[in-house]
């Protein structure tokens, strides 16, 4: 059975800062999505990343992938008070069906 | 272009009832995902349709069953509702075999079961 795994759970970060949210899964994969999440709303596509080596940026956003460690990473730059939100990783093992990790609540701190 | 449209946005139901929730696909779109996410968690998928006919289906009971129409629509029901039922439900649409475009989610229904 496939198992997502984020960390951390919660980051709190100033603004100005950088940091990654990790996310690792237990099958082989190549493809992996990040959704953005804000309170009792739903999921917004951030990325689509389906190969090893795969990097993708918007803004102050950026993705990775790497199929041969199973890991996926979020990286935010110079941090925003708008990034404030739930990060989720989710993995499609083949089957068009998403296993999502248990999110990353992000807040950032004037 | 319209997304993803769910219906009803909030909805009370008593143990016991039964609950209908509707969504209705991307234009162009052709296969609609149901997931279940519970307060503090990721979502989990329940099951999705193609074609009119469940495809695959996640780890719930039978008490979740659902419907695809000839117009792509879908609708999820839940019967003998239990008050762990209570969550958001989110409908995903995709085009089958298109995962490189990803998957457009709908805003949800939140279910509440008192």
């Known amino acids: 059975e496939l198992k997502v795994e984020q960390n951390p759970l919660f980051l709190s970060m100033q603004e100005g800062k950088n940091y990654t949210i990790y996310c690792n899964y237990s099958?082989?994969?190549?493809?992996l999505y990040w959704y953005r999440q804000d309170p009792g709303k739903s999921l917004e596509s951030l990325f689509v990343?389906?190969?090893?080596?795969a990097v993708k940026q918007e803004g102050r956003l950026m993705a990775s992938l790497d199929t041969k460690a199973r890991l996926s990473t979020l990286h935010i730059t110079a941090a925003v008070h708008d990034l404030s939100a739930t990060y989720f990783c989710?993995?499609?093992?083949?089957?068009?069906?998403?296993?999502f990790g248990t999110g990353t609540r992000l807040t950032i701190i004037p | 272009d319209a997304g993803v449209t769910q219906s009803p946005t909030h909805l009370i139901k008593t143990r016991g009832q039964q609950v209908t929730l509707r969504c209705s696909p991307k234009?162009?779109?052709?296969?609609v995902s149901w997931y279940q996410q519970a307060l503090g968690q990721g979502p989990q998928f329940i099951f999705q349709?193609?074609?009119?006919?469940?495809?695959q289906r996640g780890n719930f009971p039978d008490r979740f069953s659902g419907h695809q129409f000839p117009n792509y629509s879908s609708e999820l029901n839940v019967n003998a509702l239990l008050l762990g039922d209570s969550a958001l439900y989110l409908c995903?649409?995709?085009?089958?075999?298109?995962?490189?475009?990803?998957?457009?989610f709908g805003s949800g229904t939140r279910l509440t079961v008192v």
């Open positions: 995903a649409s995709s085009v089958m075999g298109g995962f490189n475009y990803g998957y457009t």
């Open positions: 099958t082989t994969s190549d493809r």
């Open positions: 990343l389906l190969s090893n080596g």
């Open positions: 989710a993995v499609d093992s083949g089957n068009e069906k998403l296993t």
């Open positions: 234009s162009g779109h052709d296969t």
């Open positions: 349709y193609y074609e009119e006919e469940e495809r």
